[in-house]
T-cell receptor, first 108, second 115 residues
Framework: GIQVEQSPPDLILQEGANSTLRCNFS?????LQWFHQNPWGQLINLFY???GTKQNGRLSATTVATERYSLLYISSSQTTDSGVYFC??????????FGSGTKLNVKP | DAMVIQNPRYQVTQFGKPVTLSCSQT?????MYWYQQKSSQAPKLLFH???????NEADTPDNFQSRRPNTSFCFLDIRSPGLGDAAMYLC??????????????FGPGTRLTVT
């Protein structure tokens, strides 16, 4: 299967700081999503981004499919950004591979 | 709002006592998935339905079964829960919508405790 590596595994930020999370994957994919898992366990869709760049408020993401990586940028972080960020990739509808996540702690 | 709903949110069962978790969706998606997530780990796909076609992951234990009686509902049956089956169970859906093909949407999860 496709190997997905996320870095860093843990990140501590002071409120207001910026950060970049990375997702590397080992093979071509047709589907790439970034999720935020909140403290109650729900996975919230952030971006569907198999290629290109998207922005949504303080968050943006870029996927360079030819080089098999994706980046998630968080600017002006807030305490509510805390949680685990997952990257998930897939070739089709029938199999998705999750990275091990980046655990973010934003301190006030 | 279109959404994925899971019931119950918290479930306590006894060792060996069968339990059923349910998932429903109003997104009219044709694909539904069940994931298991243990503490501090990534979600692990157990199986999925593409319409009525059931697809089991090779390493999903036989103890886990699923039913999809119609497009909207999907059930996860754990026939004889063991202590190792305590986890968060996440249901997700995806579909062939214009725009984001097979983008997954997750329900809030059911946290299963086995005593």
């Amino acid at each position: 299967g496709i190997q997905v590596e996320q870095s860093p595994p843990d990140l501590i930020l002071q409120e207001g700081a910026n950060s970049t999370l990375r997702c590397n994957f080992s093979d071509s994919v047709n589907n790439l999503q970034w999720f935020h898992q909140n403290p109650w366990g729900q996975l919230i869709n952030l971006f569907y981004i198999p290629s290109g760049t998207k922005q949504n408020g303080r968050l943006s993401a870029t996927t360079v499919a030819t080089e098999r990586y994706s980046l998630l940028y968080i600017s002006s972080s807030q305490t509510t950004d805390s949680g685990v960020y997952f990257c998930a990739v897939g070739e089709n509808f029938n199999k998705f591979y999750f990275g091990s996540g980046t655990k973010l702690n934003v301190k006030p | 709002d279109a959404m994925v709903i899971q019931n119950p949110r918290y479930q306590v069962t006894q060792f060996g006592k069968p339990v059923t978790l349910s998932c429903s969706q109003t997104l009219n998606h044709n694909v539904m998935y069940w994931y298991q997530q243990k503490s501090s780990q990534a979600p692990k796909l157990l199986f999925h339905y593409y319409d009525k076609d059931f697809n089991n992951e090779a390493d999903t234990p036989d103890n886990f079964q699923s039913r999809r009686p119609n497009t909207s509902f999907c059930f996860l049956d754990i026939r004889s829960p063991g202590l190792g089956d305590a986890a968060m169970y996440l249901c997700a859906t995806s579909g062939e919508l214009a725009g984001n093909l097979y983008e997954q949407y997750f329900g809030p999860g059911t946290r299963l405790t086995v005593t």
